[in-house]
Structure formats: C-alpha cells, structure tokens
C-alpha cells in the first residue's frame, strides 16, 4: 500500500488524504444554475422568457415566450449567455427563463 500525504480539512475538523480533499474541492466549485421553476440549465438547453424585458443598449423588447436557443453558462449561478437576432452579447437572469 502507498503512503498518501493527509492534509487537515478546516470544513470539517479532520484529516484526510489529499486526494479526496482535491475531490471535495472540485465538487464544490460546479456552478449549478436553475430556471424560474427550478430546472437545472445545461449548455446547449433552449429556454422560453417568461416575462417581456426590455434589453439595454439594443432599444429592443424580448417578449414573454420568446424562445431562446442554445444557451451558454457563465460561471455564475444567475447569469447565462444567449444568442438572438439583432442583439450582440446578450446576457439574461435565470431567474426570467424556463427551461424548454
């Protein structure tokens, strides 16, 4: 059996092998991002508006079940990029979106 360096956990008050604290860490740094209804986003999803929102800069209204495809996520627990005609960069709340 091979010798495994044991680090202190500060989280818990114990020692454990330093693979499984890098495990531990890993886990808790995934951003999990939910809709208006609790859904979790994934890359890729198609969500729907679910109310109207006025977009800065663009002088543009996004009306409630405008479908938006191909989401990104951002890192951010609140925040998803989109893709949509006419407006560059655009960037909605999770919260003003289901997931379709």
């Known amino acids: 059996m091979q010798d495994e360096e044991y680090v202190f956990d500060e989280e818990s008050g114990e020692w454990m092998p330093a693979s499984q604290q890098a495990q531990k860490r890993a886990a808790s740094s995934v951003v999990e991002v939910r809709d208006a209804v609790g859904n979790v986003l994934a890359d890729g999803d198609q969500v729907t508006l679910i109310k109207d929102l006025t977009v800065k800069g ?9 479908l938006i495809k191909a989401i990104r996520l951002t890192g951010d627990a609140q925040e998803i990029d989109c893709k949509f005609e006419g407006i560059k960069g655009l960037v909605l709340r999770a919260e003003f979106v289901r997931k379709r």
């Open 58 to 66: 663009a002088g543009q209204t996004l009306k409630r079940g405008t």
